[in-house]
């Protein structure tokens, strides 16, 4: 839960609203062996979690539709919660979701809460290298965001887009000059002026910045502890989101352009995931027992 004041309106410079923009967000369960292979999405439900298999691996990911400017993403904010699921049900943890140099990591999933390479996607970790705390705080109070403990959460998650997070990004900088590729004077060693933009190549606009595609923006994996026969959703609450045409240089460092989406134009849609209770000896009225599943007993 956060308090009066929502971690991206408050921390982040805003300009406008985006009109006739959409931001979608989902939960997404990717696999075990590669996590950047998406293996049930909504409305399909995730797999359903069992004795054998207890955990769950979980991406959030987001898609812009773009607007006439062709908007991407800029920002982000969200709490990841598991309603009515309590803190001690369960333990939630964050995931490896980028390689070394950059891209998407896809080996086996991977436990990783490292700022820039677990929980958020790197190019959005701008306010997270301030403060590790914007990577999302699992199942405890900080700043705006209040614990509650009925329910699962992975709280305050807030992204950004600029600084050396921005230039993390593959190829935006191959030179490695600190500025986008895409700026007027790249490549002759010139420092941009206060105010000079640039704008985005349209080849990472969608693999990095979700336009027009779904993207990776947070990963993470829930482990039960309790087998108690129930359904869970995992959704997000307290949303909000940004979408930027083209970068700006100011005060020593590149940022986004960005606009705030309107909460009407955010969309979230959740994934449910089935808790099943463990085997044991089920008998029916002839007297004859087996051993099943103890939902699959006859009433």
Known sequence: MRGMCGSLACLLVLTGAAGAQTVELRIVEEDSANASLVVNAPPAPGTTLTTAVPRGNYAVQARVTPGPNGNALAGFGFDIVIPNEADTSGVLAKLRINANDGTYYSGAATIYAAVGVGGMARPFTYLAGINAAFNGSINVSSGTFTNQPGQQEIGQITGSTAGSALLSVPNIDPNGESNPATWAGYGVGAMPPNGATASLDPALAGPYFAAGQFIDIYRFRYTTTSFAGRQLTL?????????????????????????????????????????????????????????????????
């Open 235 to 299: 959704t997000l609450q307290h949303v909000g989101a940004q979408v930027f045409t083209q970068f700006v240089y100011n005060t020593g460092s590149w940022t986004t352009q960005s606009t705030i989406v309107a909460p009407a134009s955010i969309t979230v849609t959740p994934l449910t995931v089935a808790v099943a209770p463990p085997p044991g000896t089920c008998c029916g009225p002839d007297g004859s027992c087996q051993f099943i599943a103890m939902s699959e007993c006859p009433t």
